[in-house]
């Protein structure tokens, strides 16, 4: 059964930084790109970008290009999110997925759902 | 980006209604369209994808339908495990992967 487990929930305080991970099982790491979502409190989803466990290439949305740092290790089969200088803004849920294999891509990223996600890793910010 | 645009944002219905959700995107996007529901608390759990796709074990009376800018997510006849959260979300290769705003669907 392909499985993503999410780091546990975080506290942090302004300009702190963080790194949460996924850790991926139950299939070979290297086969699906993963994803995050972010979901702020009571508000909807949005995509942060995807990476590839195979080679790292990375694909960022541009609205969090430069804001967060995705990032994946093979060999421990983690895929990682990482800010450098937390805001309050940056409270929210944040989940992991698979991206499903459609068989196709585009610009050497691929086109797909997001298959299975991961339980979701809580991120507080407060002073 | 591609806007995503859902409607109703929130539907009341009955266990055993037909339930329709819209989906429309600002620019055609072919069938590389998905949809997830959420439960509270939960992450999302993926129903379709390229539009009318079915996902493994996700109930037949979920189904979708469209292409290029208008979608439509149907449940055929509502059950008491349904009342959720609803999501499209467009995945094309030549634009930022985008999500609607969500469709809640709640208990009349």
């Known amino acids: 059964e392909v499985q993503l487990v999410q780091s546990g929930a975080e506290v942090k305080k302004p300009g702190e930084s963080l790194k949460i991970s996924c850790k991926g099982s139950g299939y070979s790491f290297t086969d699906y790109w993963i994803g995050w979502v972010r979901q702020m409190p009571g508000k909807g989803l949005q995509w942060l970008g995807i990476v590839s466990p195979a080679n790292s290439n990375i694909r960022y949305s541009p609205s969090f290009q430069g804001q967060v740092t995705i990032s994946a290790d093979k060999s421990i089969s983690n895929a990682y999110l990482q800010w450098s200088s937390l805001k309050a803004s940056d409270t929210a849920m944040y989940y992991c997925a698979t991206v499903d294999d459609s068989g196709y891509s585009y610009g050497g990223f691929p086109i797909g759902a997001f298959g299975t996600w991961g339980q979701g890793t809580m991120v507080t910010v407060s002073s | 980006d591609i806007q995503m645009t859902q409607s109703p944002s929130t539907l009341s219905a009955s266990v055993g209604d037909r339930v329709t959700i819209a989906c429309r995107a600002s620019?055609?996007?072919?069938?590389?369209l998905a949809w997830y529901q959420q439960k509270p608390g939960k992450a999302p759990k993926l129903l379709i994808y390229?539009?009318?796709s079915l996902e493994s074990g996700v109930p037949s009376r979920f189904s979708g339908s469209g292409s290029g800018t208008e979608f439509t997510l149907t449940i055929s006849s509502l059950q008491p495990d349904d009342f959720a959260t609803y999501y499209c979300q467009q995945y094309n290769g030549y634009s930022p992967w985008t999500f609607g705003q969500g469709t809640k669907v709640e208990i009349k």
């Open positions: 390229k539009a009318s």
């Open positions: 620019q055609g996007i072919s069938r590389w």
